[in-house]
Each structure stands twice: as C-alpha cells, then as structure tokens.
C-alpha cells in the first residue's frame, strides 16, 4: 500500500477525554483517555478503512490535503 499522509483533528474534551477523526475519510471517528491513546486508534482505524476500500476496489483516487489553516482570534 502506498504511503499517504492524512490530517488528523484531535479534540480535547475534559481533562481525560479526547477524539479524533479524519476530515478526508468520512466515518473515521475515535475518543480515548490521552492523546496518545486516540492517535493509535485514529491510525489503525485509518488502515482498516483503506484495507476496507482496497479490498472493494471503491477507490478512485487517493485523498490529498490541499491545505489547512489555524485561525487565532
């Protein structure tokens, strides 16, 4: 499988809650205790998604990150 590179958003929710998800796979979604802890399980969630869509042939293309942007207020 080709190396991609995908954004993760990583929320801080409590003082031990996080999530995660991915804005270019929709469905990716995952919540843990550390931030640790959510960035294993948004990367295997990650390879199963894609091991998903290869073994389907649904991809077309691969997902590409055209850019992102912090905003300060």
Known sequence: MAQTEYLIIVEKYGPRAY???VPELPGIG?????ED???E???DAIR???EEYDRDD???E???V???YTVTI
């Open 19 to 21: 999530g995660a998800y």
């Open 30 to 34: 995952v919540a843990g205790k550390t």
């Open 37 to 39: 802890e959510v960035h």
């Open 41 to 43: 399980l948004v990367a």
């Open 48 to 50: 199963l998604y894609l």
């Open 58 to 60: 649904a991809r077309t």
């Open 62 to 64: 691969n997902p590409v």
């Open 66 to 68: 055209v850019n992102h």
